[in-house]
């Protein structure tokens, strides 16, 4: 990880690369905008004889969700990406990964959905199934994207949870940016293979049932099971994250007070205002507040499960709190505010809910900082910014 690895990659070659040093043994994808790039520079390698992995095509978003459940199933290690209705088109898959307890890892490149028809960033895809049971990454950038993703590879083949990793659409998907890929040997230090154990897998040898059917006297204790598993799991989360920093020889943000692979924070002690945010959009608020000595901002790397308690340690040092984010929950707020909200945070200030960026819409250097400004004075707790 020397400064000479650096290459200047669109994000989706990135991770499409750093998916290939990883080897997975089944991928199956269906294109989507914008998660095409990704999967067609995978299909790429497979054609050119530069990967290992059986690349199944699939006729929908289903199938390709179906395919990778089934392979598994099998105990192989797979990959999978989408996006806004084609991730709502395998929600009935997605669901079921999690409850079979498979180790899936697929990319959502973060996209609206319809209807108005809008191919552009924003978060109501991921947060339509943000209660499926699968771990959700959120990345802010390119490097932290192809980090992710060796990250939930370990996550998931340790806990058998399945994992995605979000990057905003068109903003780190189609964006060129410098990076560094690790190479497979690296990899392997950190994810060996995957070798899943006898019972964990269908396998004729021995026979295990998956996807059984469940009557009332037992279908609670296996979602309760999967709620505390996905509880359990940030610790694991913030060990392997170390871990994977150190083997990648990730040197830590001097301008990060707290940065333990949930949650990422940077600003003062005892800030006036901090932000909350989930991918992309982090870049757009550090640059808004570099000059702002009472401000912080706090963004969310983990947002299933929820990292409550670090989340509270931090807010609580705030007279005000601004949750900023590209998705609503039609009726109510945004959906990241309302978890921020169960937290019962005792503020001198307000928490407020700002909605920006749906559909694509520009979030602008200016538009943060008029949320700051709005953010101690007494007014409606949820506003959409930057309307027209």
């Known amino acids: 990880m020397t400064k000479r690895n650096k290459q200047i990659l669109e994000g989706s070659r990135a991770i499409a690369l750093v998916v290939n040093n990883i080897a997975p043994a089944v991928v199956s994808a269906y294109p989507i905008t914008p998660q095409t790039h990704i999967v067609e520079d995978l299909a790429q390698f497979k054609a050119d004889g530069q990967a290992s992995y059986e690349y199944v095509r699939a006729e929908s978003e289903f199938a390709a969700a179906s395919i990778v459940l089934g392979a598994s199933a099998t105990g192989v290690r797979t990959y999978s990406a989408t996006s806004s209705q084609g ?126 059917f469940f009557t009332p006297t037992h279908y609670m204790e296996a979602r309760s099971d999967l709620h505390e598993d ?48 989930l991918g992309s959009i ?44 590209k998705a609503v929950s039609l009726g109510q707020s945004g959906p990241l505010y309302s978890d921020i909200s169960s937290l019962g945070l005792k503020t001198e200030g307000q928490i407020k809910n700002y909605i920006v960026g749906l559909g694509g819409r520009d979030v602008t250097v200016d538009m943060i900082k008029s949320i700051i400004k709005d953010a101690p004075e007494n007014n409606a707790y949820l506003k959409f910014i930057g309307k027209i």
């Open 87 to 212: 991730l709502l088109l395998m929600s009935e898959v997605i669901f079921n990964i999690a409850g079979l307890r498979l180790p899936i890892v697929m990319t959502c490149a973060n996209r609206s959905i319809s209807a108005p028809i809008n191919i552009w960033n924003d978060h109501s895809d991921v947060m339509s199934i943000r209660d499926a049971g699968w771990i959700q990454l959120f990345a802010a950038d390119h490097q932290e994207a192809v980090n992710q993703h060796i990250l939930a590879y370990k996550l998931a083949e340790q806990l058998r949870l399945p994992v995605m990793v979000n990057v905003d659409g068109f903003i780190l998907t189609h964006s060129y940016a410098p990076v560094i890929i690790p190479d497979a040997g690296l990899i392997k230090k950190y994810l060996p293979d995957y070798s899943p154990e006898k019972g964990a897998y269908l396998d004729p040898e021995q026979p295990v049932t998956m996807g059984a």
């Open 230 to 277: 996905l509880l359990e799991s940030l610790a694991l989360i913030k060990k392997e994250y170390q871990a994977l920093n150190k083997i990648l020889a990730i040197k830590s943000d001097q301008s990060s007070r707290i940065d333990n692979g949930l949650v990422e924070y940077c600003g003062p002690k005892d800030p006036e205002t901090i932000l909350v945010s």
């Open 282 to 325: 982090a870049g757009t608020i550090r640059e808004a507040i570099k000059d702002m000595e009472k401000i912080g901002l706090l963004k969310i790397k983990v947002y299933r499960p929820f990292p409550r308690l670090e989340l509270a340690e931090i807010l609580a040092k705030a007279k005000n709190v601004a949750v900023i984010e």
